[in-house]
């Protein structure tokens, strides 16, 4: 039997991925507002309270219809690409509560505060590379997708979930 909706650990997973984004991001806000930057492990990773204005990495900052026209149209394929997928196994239902979860509360700010709040700041300082500063929302919007990746290059080890 095919499923063609989202199951119920769909939904847990995306509730629990927003609670803990937001619980994240009030922390962050509340603790790390004041100080601005602090160092865990120097030359590798700061919490740092950053306000990103634009999309992923902050590209096309201070551009707020571009912006929101790029979530619509991302949010339109989405949909439609998700209607083909059969929702029987675990598997993507846990991949999409992680993807969508992360989405909604980066959008939650977006609605509530005009930007999404960002405080992991991991670098190599010694080498010069700097990642852009990204949140709870951020890593597990990037592990959903890499892990469909990974399953469309037939490179995700094959479950039964």
């Known amino acids: 039997m095919i499923a063609h909706r989202p199951r119920l650990p769909f939904y847990v997973v995306m509730a629990l991925v927003i609670a803990l984004d937001q619980v994240t991001k009030l922390w962050a806000t509340v603790s790390l507002r004041p100080l601005a930057s602090v160092t865990l492990v120097p030359g590798f990773f700061n919490l740092t309270y950053v306000r990103n204005r634009g999309i992923a ?16 149209v991302l949010g339109l394929v989405a949909i439609y690409y998700a209607r083909g997928l059969n929702w029987t196994r675990l598997e993507p239902n846990l991949v999409g509560g992680c993807l969508c979860g992360g989405a909604l509360g980066n959008l939650a700010d977006r609605v509530r505060l005009g930007y999404v709040v960002d405080f992991f700041d991991v670098h190599l300082s010694a ?24 399953r469309q290059l037939g490179m995700a080890p094959s479950s039964s979930l």
């Open 57 to 72: 990495f902050g590209m096309f900052a201070n551009h707020g219809l571009l912006v929101g026209l790029f979530v619509l």
């Open 127 to 150: 080498f010069h590379l700097y990642w852009p500063v990204f949140n709870v929302a951020d890593s597990l919007i990037c592990l959903a997708v890499g892990w469909i990746v990974l």
